[in-house]
């Protein structure tokens, strides 16, 4: 199936996903998750409509990006502090705030590219020891010191559902983090905007839309898995 193919179906289901949840799809965004995959299928995503691309390593995010720089870029992974300045001048979307120190740091490279650089912040709501991410505590004592990084809009929360085909357990971890979104609203600031939350790949992103998302990151339902061909 060709890329083009492959993101009208990915769309559709997004779609569907939304209306059975009672939803507009126009509010659910998909980032196709290009990590590991060439600029020739990334460019062909982007003739046939996709404008958002996420990638988790800041080296690779940092070389593709000059070769499609009218495409918004996501950083999607665990991100390094000592990695930001290489995503700093034009990275569209951090997901992966996962500390105040990381924050900081986003902070200190924006000011000096003189931007306002947007994020969301990463909750553990799967409580694996193998996932970053903060507790709902934490994101908010951090949220309430936007103030001391004015050089950063929080945008909204990610989070990573459990590896597991028991579809109950994902769909708790998904409405935690919606819940977990409303009741953090309460902090109000006006670099604060709570609206998005980007939770769902490919093999869980309809529970997600069900459960509240407005980004899902879909990767190997769009190019293929890791060293697979299209046909």
């Known amino acids: 199936m060709e890329i083009a193919e492959s993101l009208q179906e990915i769309k559709h289901q997004i779609s569907q996903a939304a209306l059975k949840a009672g939803r507009n799809p126009g509010e659910v965004k998909l980032i196709a998750v290009s990590k590991t995959k060439p600029m020739e299928l990334i460019h062909e995503a982007y003739a046939a409509g996709q404008l958002d691309f996420g990638e988790n390593r800041p080296q690779e995010l940092s070389e593709k990006q000059p070769q499609l720089p009218a495409a918004h870029w996501h950083m999607i992974g665990h991100l390094q502090r000592n990695k930001v300045k290489y995503l700093a001048p034009f990275v569209h979307l951090i997901h992966s705030v996962d500390s ?22 990463q909750l553990n709501i799967s409580e694996e020891d193998a996932k ?25 929360l990610m989070g990573m559902a459990e590896f597991t085909d028991d579809e109950a357990v ?3 971890q998904f409405r935690r983090l919606r819940l977990a979104k409303e009741q953090l609203a309460a902090v109000s600031h006006p ?9 769902g790949m ?26 697979e061909k299209r046909d």
């Open 100 to 121: 105040e120190r990381l924050l900081a740091e986003v902070d200190k490279q924006a000011a000096k590219c003189g931007r306002i650089i947007d994020c969301l912040l």
């Open 191 to 199: 670099r604060i905007e709570l609206r998005e939350l980007s939770m």
């Open 170 to 172: 994902i769909r708790n």
């Open 132 to 156: 970053s991410g903060l507790q709902e505590k934490s994101t908010q004592i951090l949220l309430e010191k936007i103030e001391s990084y004015p050089h950063v809009r929080i945008k909204g």
């Open 202 to 227: 490919s093999g869980d992103f309809e529970i997600a839309i069900e459960e509240g998302a407005t980004m899902v990151r879909i990767g190997s339902a769009i190019f293929g898995g890791r060293g």
